[in-house]
T-cell receptor, first 113, second 117 residues
């Protein structure tokens, strides 16, 4: 049972480059989320998708876009990477948006030079 | 507005001793409280939650948490620590007034728990 799978695990970008972080879950969950984790700041929500076909901004959406491709997949895109986007990114899912029991992927460590 | 605080960056405990990881919160309505654990190079894992009812909540891996409304606290506890409990622990809160669900969670900064053999 894979749970939540994120790719890639590591990525180094130059300022201005673009990239897409991929996330897929095999638990038939309705809701999916993207968080960033920075030292001493806990987790902050970037975007979420309460159900297939919907996406909403979280606490820190600037510089990011998302696509809920289907029920399983939720991608995060950085159109023009900035050093401030250096972080660890986590994808998560839950049965439904009202359920706070989140299942997390193992993360993507992104460095923007 | 809701907030959560984990006052200790790091907690050191000898194996076999009881452990406590502290969490305090602030909400306008009623709190929904959660603990998550992050092992090295892994995503967070759900440990337990408090919504309403019994002030002592039991969770995974032998952990429990005590809700104290008067002190606005939700401390994580375990009677006997294991070396394998060493990890980063996050407290999270959602205000009943905020509506929604997981999108309304506020996470604390995390506490490193180190269990010494």
């Amino acid at each position: 049972n894979a749970g939540v799978t994120q790719t890639p695990k590591f990525q180094v970008l130059k300022t201005g480059q673009s990239m897409t972080l991929q996330c897929a879950q095999d638990m038939n969950h309705n809701s999916m989320y993207w968080y960033r984790q920075d030292p001493g700041m806990g987790l902050r929500l970037i975007y979420y998708s309460a159900s297939e076909g919907t996406t909403d901004k979280g606490e820190v959406p600037n510089g990011y876009n998302v696509s809920r491709l289907n029920k399983r997949e939720f991608s995060l895109r950085l159109e023009s990477a900035a050093p401030s986007q250096t972080s660890v990114y986590f994808c998560a899912s839950s049965v439904m948006s009202t359920n706070e029991k989140l299942f997390f992927g193992s993360g993507t460590q992104l460095s923007v030079l | 507005a809701q907030s959560v605080a984990q006052p200790e960056d790091q907690v050191n405990v000898a194996e076999g001793n009881p452990l406590t990881v502290k969490c305090t919160y602030s909400v306008s309505g009623n709190p929904y409280l959660f603990w998550y654990v992050q092992y090295p190079n892994r995503g967070l894992q759900f440990l337990l939650k408090y919504i309403t009812g019994d002030n002592l909540v039991k969770g995974s891996y032998g952990f429990e948490a005590e809700f104290n409304k008067s002190q606005t606290s939700f401390h994580l506890k375990k009677p006997s620590a294991l070396v394998s409990d060493s990890a980063l622990y996050f407290c999270a809160v959602r205000d009943s007034y905020s509506g929604g669900g997981a999108d309304g969670l506020t996470f604390g900064k995390g506490t490193h728990l180190i269990i010494q053999p």
